[in-house]
């Protein structure tokens, strides 16, 4: 049976799925690649550096065929970039049915809300890598090259596969086919109805509410950029040095402590700033 989906991938602690401006246009062209071959709707989605969210309508089956077959893509393009092996073998996907109206609102305001959420100062709708931008934009015209028209050979180099695409299918300026392409953004109009509406949910912070319905919250105080901008004072005061870099592996140890005493920082999230294990983080916090 179809329903709505809220697909999520755990960060990656020790390596980014998208280092680049490359990786992320890569990232956004592996999308369009594969809604093709799967019977799924995207309302929303979003690609951090270290994970990635979407909102899909499907069965849950196919969200989840959809869900691997991005990770494969991106797991192929690390590998090709740096010869990364490893990054996506440990990185668990989850595709949770969303069961109510509201939850679903709440799930696509945590999904658009992600780079405010990880300290970006940027407004949903201007951060690239995602598609807030899509929704209630009237009759504003997007402009570019078809896909279709291009050769062969440019094609490829654009999309790293010889899909068929559709004639919809626009490239910018970069090489990246526009959301607007394959996103279903008269889905999401007619879910919030009207723009004020959508405004007003993503100044809402909803992070803690999803996050507990996923089960993953961690009790987190802050977001990674307000420690990270907090932390050199902390450093200086505790151990006289300027940088994380500049402390001995016992001090590191330390440092969790009083990560989780100061900021009531979680295990990863102390794993993901001082760049240690999880497993070492937890033995001592």
């Known amino acids: 049976m179809k329903g709505y989906y809220h697909v999520s991938s755990h960060g990656l602690e020790k390596n980014d799925i998208f280092k680049t401006r490359k990786d992320f246009i890569l990232g956004m062209n592996d999308i369009a690649i594969?809604?093709?071959?799967?019977?799924?709707r995207i309302l929303c989605f979003c690609l951090m550096?270290?994970?990635f969210h979407f909102v899909l309508y499907g069965t849950s089956e196919v969200c989840?065929?959809?869900?691997?077959?991005?990770k494969r893509r991106c797991a192929m393009r690390m590998r090709r970039a740096a010869g990364e092996v490893q990054g996506m073998r440990t990185v668990d996907v989850q595709v949770n049915l969303i069961s109510s109206r509201e939850y679903l609102e709440n799930v696509v305001t945590y999904v658009l809300r992600n780079p405010i959420a990880a300290g970006i100062k940027v407004l949903p709708n201007h951060y690239r890598w995602s598609s807030a931008d899509l929704y209630f934009r009237g009759e504003f015209q997007e402009t570019g090259e078809r896909l279709n028209d291009l050769s062969d050979r440019k094609r490829f180099r654009i999309m790293r596969s010889r899909v068929q695409v559709p004639d919809n299918y626009i490239v910018d300026a970069d090489g990246m086919v526009l959301p607007s392409c394959y996103v279903d953004s008269s889905t999401m109009e007619d879910l919030f109805r009207h723009p004020s509406r959508l405004l007003m949910l993503l100044a809402k912070r909803v992070e803690n509410d999803v996050e507990l319905q996923l089960g993953i919250a961690e009790q987190i105080g802050m977001t990674d950029q307000d420690i990270l901008t907090q932390m050199p004072v902390l450093i200086r005061k505790e151990f006289g040095k300027?940088?994380?870099e500049q402390l001995s592996m016992e001090q590191r140890i330390r440092l969790c402590v009083l990560l989780k005493r100061n900021y009531n920082a979680g295990i990863k999230q102390i794993a993901r700033i001082t760049r240690l294990e999880p497993e070492a983080v937890a033995k001592v916090v």
């Open 34 to 40: 594969c809604v093709l071959g799967f019977d799924v």
């Open 49 to 51: 550096s270290n994970h």
């Open 64 to 70: 989840r065929l959809f869900s691997e077959e991005y």
């Open 242 to 244: 300027d940088s994380i």
